[in-house]
């Protein structure tokens, strides 16, 4: 149960309220803070990657010294002021991404290709102290297809529009959609295709539920392992394919079972309904 004093110190902070405070104590996961104002304990907590983005952990994490710290959240349930001292170490960057807005389309530069995601230099706004570019692609977010390489979709150099997701307060990214910029493939099937209709395609992959078809230029749908009359303890796809004769591939004909337009997941079957 947290003291109702507690309660009502923290319900007076707001995200983005700069609180400063003394270091209490340190662990491996961050520091604990007092904060200004209120001596009893520490009710405010800096995570390690939130600390500081130009000097080590171990230099910004000293008990008794004094830190400022910008609020990013408040758990009144854990009774803790979340705060991150690398936002006031870097006013201006912090200032820019709290004005971006979601769905807002941001031009850049693709800085740097990593095997996580993609850093881009925006036009707009400052650099990154510690990063190629303020602005970061998650894989998922390059492209509606499926890919096996970063470097299948963008190339350092090249130029990008991309829609605004959100302000990765954690690394001070700027995360973008490169996807969300363009049509999705997968509505525009869904609406020409109904369940029953019959398609043919080719088996691209086995996993250990059943096996995907590729049915369009990027729509995949899966074929469930009960489809293919097996018993449940008849195993993984893989131990099974010999024996059914699917491989990558083949080409088969299937039916549409359903699809799922929000979670943009196409069912095939091997049987008409």
Not at 39 to 56: I, Q
Not at 139 to 155: G, H, I, K
Request: overall charge negative; some cysteine.
């Amino acid at each position: 149960m947290i003291p109702l004093d507690d309660r009502r110190f923290l319900a007076a902070i707001r995200v983005g309220d700069v609180y400063r405070g003394t270091v209490a104590a340190v662990s491996r996961s961050g520091m604990e803070v007092t904060l200004d104002g209120f001596p009893a304990r520490p009710l405010g907590s800096v995570g390690v990657l939130d600390a500081s983005w130009r000097r080590r952990f171990a230099d910004v994490a000293v008990v008794g010294r004094k830190v400022a710290g910008e609020v990013v959240a408040v758990d009144l349930d854990a009774g803790r002021a979340l705060l991150s001292t690398a936002a006031t170490e870097n006013p201006e960057l912090w200032a820019f991404l709290k004005r971006l807005r979601c769905g807002e389309v941001l031009t850049g530069t693709v800085a740097a290709i990593e095997r996580f995601g993609v850093f881009v230099a925006l036009d707009e706004g400052p650099g990154h102290p510690i990063h190629p570019g303020v602005g970061f692609i998650t894989c998922p977010e390059l492209s509606w297809r499926w890919f096996e390489d970063v470097s299948e979709v963008v190339e350092v150099g090249q130029r990008v529009a991309c829609e605004f997701l959100q302000f990765d307060t954690t690394n001070g990214e700027a995360r973008l959609s490169l996807r969300a910029t363009r049509p999705d493939p997968f509505q525009s099937f869904a609406d020409g295709v109904r369940a029953g209709r019959r398609l043919t395609g080719r088996v691209t992959k086995l996993v250990p539920f059943g096996f995907f078809v590729e049915v369009a230029d990027g729509i995949e749908g899966l074929v469930h392992l009960s489809e293919l009359g097996l018993p449940p303890e008849a195993g993984p796809m893989s131990a099974v394919a010999g024996e059914e004769a699917v491989r990558p591939g083949d080409r088969l004909t299937v039916y549409v079972k359903d699809v799922d337009r929000e979670r943009r997941r196409l069912s095939l079957s091997l049987r008409q309904p």
